[in-house]
């Protein structure tokens, strides 16, 4: 191999959602010339690839609005998850028969699907945050050392090929579970690499973490008002952070985050009119996270001048909206770095908590954020919302007795923080 293609592989994702395209966001710097691929809609895809990720998106955004109407938005997506869900662990078994939803998208590759992609992509290795790239690549005969990022704490069948004991695809996990998961699946154990999440660089730093530590710092002087956590834990915090500074240079900041599909704003804005009292004496700034969606930005700007708040936009109320992915990702990681809390519904930002972000959980979309949610209340960084409603009242108990200042500690120190640097490391390894 020639040695440009050494310390560079391609970084595949695809565009539905955010969440696969937000995993490889922080490993863009080890793909030529710094781009990403999307799968779905790059330069050159043919008519029909198109249409065949098209309509998998237009139906995976549509069910997941669609999950919000009373009753049938429930059944139908009870039934559309089905095809996705994650089997109980125990009793530990052989789970390695390929199900219904392999079978047919194989059966899409056998006809020709994603063949122009792996052909443009020659001979170098592949990083992909979606599964169907690398089934294309292995399955289209790409020479090279082909790479799967896990988006979630535990995963679906559908995740790994057809024939598991034949498979060269190499699994890049974040969680023990998700390893021990893909073993059930029939993934050989030399073929599974415990990393961890890919978080941005912009949100650590090298590898000593300075820019992560600087941030927890201060934040723990919001997160903890009164001193009831530091009181009991001053010496494991210092063990880990060193001397806090002697204030936080920014206000009491939650920030908001909604999904890819543009669903659960409503709870946003909930959230903004118990809040909106505390917004205009100054006890909080309110972040609300629309993404890509120029809709979700105008529910949020129509919601906030319904509420008599348009005087605190760009003060103590910030929207964060870009027209593409890219500048989306940098601002939100630029937000990170001065919010204290993050809620969010369990998604791939459930693997945030590791830089000492304490997550308020809304309600899970799908059987892969149940498992998120587990995992974040197991590792003790996370919480199920309380009513939207009340924000204000539980919110400030929560907050006054110490407890999202224990949430961001046992985040940062039992999350997985290095992985980012874990796969450049492993790619450059094998390479």
């Known amino acids: ?80 998850d089905s095809f996705h869900k994650i089997a109980n662990f125990y009793p530990k078994r052989d789970l390695s028969r390929p199900n219904f939803e392999l079978k047919f998208l194989f059966f899409l590759m056998k006809m020709g699907w994603g063949r122009r992609l792996i052909e443009k992509m020659g001979e170098r290795p592949i990083i992909s945050t979606f599964f169907m790239p690398v089934f294309m690549a292995e399955y289209f005969g790409c020479p090279a050392e082909i790479f799967m990022v896990i988006c979630d704490a535990d995963i679906a069948r559908s995740w790994v090929s057809i024939d598991p004991d034949s498979s060269k695809i190499k699994y890049l996990v974040p969680t023990l579970r998700a390893s021990e998961r893909l073993q059930l699946y029939g993934v050989k154990q030399e073929n599974i690499y415990l990393t961890g999440y890919p978080l941005p660089l912009e949100n650590i730093g090298s590898e000593n973490m300075e820019i992560l530590k600087n941030d927890l710092g201060c934040r723990l002087l919001n997160l903890d008002p009164k001193g009831v956590y530091f009181k009991e834990y001053e010496t494991l915090v210092k063990k880990y952070l060193g001397e806090l500074p002697e204030y936080s240079a920014h206000l009491l900041t939650l920030l908001f985050s909604v999904g890819g599909a543009g669903a659960q704003r409503d709870i946003g804005v909930k959230v903004l009119k118990s809040l909106s009292k505390k917004i205009r004496n100054q006890e909080i700034k309110i972040i609300l996270s629309a993404g890509t969606r120029e809709k979700s930005k105008e529910y949020f700007e129509k919601h906030i001048k319904k509420l008599g708040l348009n005087d605190c936009l760009g003060k103590n109320i910030e929207i964060i909206f870009a027209e593409n992915t890219d500048s989306y990702f940098e601002a939100f990681n630029r937000a990170l770095r001065t919010t204290d809390i993050l809620w969010t519904k369990p998604s791939e930002l459930s693997f945030y ?4 972000l304490p997550i308020i959980m809304a309600p899970p979309v799908g059987s892969q954020e149940d498992c998120n949610k587990e995992w974040l209340l197991r590792l003790g960084s996370g919480m199920p919302q309380g009513d939207p409603k009340y924000t204000d009242l539980w919110l400030f108990d929560l907050l006054n007795s110490g407890w999202f200042a224990e949430a961001a500690m046992q985040g940062f120190i039992e999350g997985e923080k290095l992985g980012t640097f874990k796969i450049k490391s492993l790619l450059n390894k094998n390479n």
């Open 1 to 80: 191999m020639k040695k440009e293609n050494r310390d560079q592989a391609w970084v595949v994702a695809v565009d539905m959602g955010y969440g696969h395209q937000r995993t490889a966001y922080p490993l863009k710097f080890l793909a030529p010339e710094g781009k990403l691929i999307n799968a779905n809609c790059y330069p050159g895809i043919s008519d029909k690839d198109r249409w065949i990720w098209g309509s998998i998106r237009i139906f995976y955004e549509f069910i997941s609005n669609f999950k919000n109407i009373p009753f049938v938005g429930g059944m139908a997506f009870s039934f559309f």
């Open 353 to 356: 908590s590791a830089l000492g």
